[in-house]
Every structure is written in C-alpha cells, then in structure tokens.
C-alpha cells in the first residue's frame, strides 16, 4: 500500500520507518527539510534504538517531500502524526492539526477516488468530528465518507521501545466512520497478532487518553504511598511486590521514586484534566496525579539537605533523560532538580549518556561530565536517571541520594538515601 506520513517526530518517523519494514510505499512529509534531509541520508530525525538500522534496510520503500500535494497525491492513505503541544491551560494546541489537515484537504480536492486520512496524533475526544474532518471538508470541497474517510488510531509507543512496541503492539485500536476505512486501516495491521478494536472516533481518542492517565495514576499512587513508606523505613519497593502480585493489581508501572516525564504522561494528564473542566465534570484524581508527580522531585533536594549544606558544594547528578534509553528531555525530573539546587547556590556537574547535548540548550551554565565516573568527584550523587551504566559504578565511600533505586548505589555508597524506600 502507499502512505504518506505527515510528521517525522517520534511517533511520524516509527510508525513510517515500521510500516515500510512491512513492504509498503512510504512517504514522509514534515515542514522541517533538515529532518526529510536526514532520512534521505538514512538516518532518523530521532533517537530510538534499532530504527537507524531498519530505515537503511528499508531505504528502498520510503521517500520524502515537503510538497503535501505530492504526498497525498502518491498515497492511498496519509497518517496525521504531527505534535500536539500544551497550551498554558494545559489544553493541546491544534495548530499543527489544523495545518496539515488544511494541507491533505487541498490535496483531496484535486484526487480522484476516496482518500483515507488517519489521526494517529494524539487529540481530545472530539477533535477528530470537531476539527478534522470539518477543515477537510472545508479544504477539499468533499464530504466526508465521499471523498474521503477518516479514521482515528492512536499510538501505543513507549520511547526506547518505540519499534518494539510497534511490532509487538497489546492492541490496536481504530476508531472508523464508516466500516470500509476501519477494515482498511485493520489490513495494515495485519502482519501483528493482537487483538484490534474498532470503535466509533471519539471512544478511540477517548482510549488513548484514558490508557496515560491511568499508568501515570499508578506512578503517583506509588509514590505517595512510597513516601509513606519512607517515614516509617518500610521498602516501597517490597511492598509493591507484594501488592503486584495480586492478580486483580499487576506489578506494571508500581514504580516509586521521583515521579514520571515525557512527551505524553504529563501533557495528556493535564489535557485530560482540562477536557474535564471544560465538561463540567469533577477531576479530583487526575489534579492529585498531577500535583504529587510535581511535588516528587523535591524529595531528592529535601533528602540531600539533611546530610549537606549545598551552597558552594558541587552535586553530581546522574541523569537527565526522563527515561533511560532516550535523549529526550520533555518534563524529564532533571528539570526541577537541577532548578532547585541553582536556587540554593549549588555547582552542578552531570552526565547522560544520551540527553547532554538537549539538556545543554535548556541550562547551559551547569558543567557536563564526560563520564558517569567523573561525576563521583562531586560532594554528593543524585540519580536521577536510571541508566543501566549506572549500576556498574562503583560508589564507596559516596553521598548518594537516589530517586531510581539503583541498586549498585544502594549496596556500595558510603552514605545512600533512598527517596522512598
């Protein structure tokens, strides 16, 4: 089949790079020609573990334009996979939406046959009834169901598991207007053995929404009973092994530390939250979610004041990915750690495998450490990231306040706090 991708962030450049892994024409569109100049070299405009090797390997079924008229025109079916950013409200801001769907429009108005334009971009229930097909309508003189159909699936992708998760996805879920586009987009999906849910289009941007803000729950659940544990020196860690182990519960995501960042988690909380106000309807746990995940961090700052008094000490910090097996730095816990230790006069030096580059844009008065190693010299440790290299490193006789249980750390620092456990 031929697609076109509209965005080549991370969801745009995996879900393109995998489904022409499958064997279908690709081809990708982005208003940033150096990305499109980045996949013409083989190389992804973004970080994720294997998906350099699976565009070279599939170089031969993908090309790239910054002409939407020519990727509709050489396509079947366009995925609409631009970001949906935050507004101050914590409402998404549908510019990009709009823009390209004014763009595929235009393109549909000069195309025979019907044209199936899909909504992978994460947007609140609604949007796709509301906003997309109306400025479809608008742009391409067409009706929906007529001229062309338009179909919502959500993406799953966890980052630096992002083609993992593609290939090996738990569901798929599609919402159709019709039952021949949902058919069509559940064809794609073939080459996957998972359940596939076809719903109707708001249930399927509703599902999205709901999935985020309950991992993110479990995350803030953990931690407020995590610092709980804490004041009474019980293991969170421990504790949550036992509750997991009840069937109804599941383990997943019982995580306590300093709490969760990303590109998704906190931007879909917090648009959630906002779809529920602006509904009239209460949002008492998602507001709590969201103020415990703010308040985590400190933890670490608060911890450490106990054992040193930081104006005028260097603090090491290890980490500033949200998330190990990435280098991005979107809400990542470095943020307002490393703000807070500035706040009380602190030199900062840290080191990411991976995020040192991205985090230097945002503080580049901090010093970057060219090893994990060479941070330990500092008069204290904070881990903020738990990158599998840091569990190798030998801490003895070091000040280490940990918020990812690390256990290396736990076991040879000279002095280790433990943020909930």
Partial sequence: MRISIFGTGYVGSVTGICLAHWGHQVIFNDIDTRKLDMIEKGRPPVYEPGLDDLLRKNKGHIATT????????????????????????????????????????????????????????????????????????????????????????????????????????????????????GELVKQLYSPVDCPKMITSLKTSEMIKYVSNAFLATKISFANEIGNLCKVHGIDSYEVFQGVGMDARINPAFFRSGIGFGGSCFPKDVRALIEFAKTSGTERNILQAVITTNEDQPKKLVQLLKRHLDIPGKTIGILGLAFKPGTDDIRETRAIPVVRALLDEKAHIIAYDPLAMDNFRREFPGISYARTAEEVLAADAILIVTEWPEFDRIDYTGKTVIDGRRVERAKKTAGMYEGVCW
Wanted: net charge negative; charged share 20%.
């Fill in 66 to 181: 910054d002409n939407p008229v020519q990727a509709v025109q050489q396509s079947e079916i366009s995925f609409i996979c631009v970001g949906t950013p935050s507004n101050g409200d914590g409402s998404i801001n549908l510019q990009y939406v709009e823009q390209v769907c004014s763009d595929i429009g235009q393109a549909v108005a000069r195309k025979e046959g019907i044209h199936t334009v899909v909504v992978k971009s994460t947007v609140i229930p609604g949007t796709t009834e509301g906003v997309v097909i109306p400025a479809l309508e608008k742009q391409s003189g067409k009706k929906a169901g007529k001229g062309f159909s338009v179909v919502s699936n959500p993406e799953f992708l966890r980052e630096g598991n992002a083609v993992h998760d593609f290939f090996n996805p738990d569901r798929v879920i599609i919402g159709a207007q019709d039952e021949t586009s």
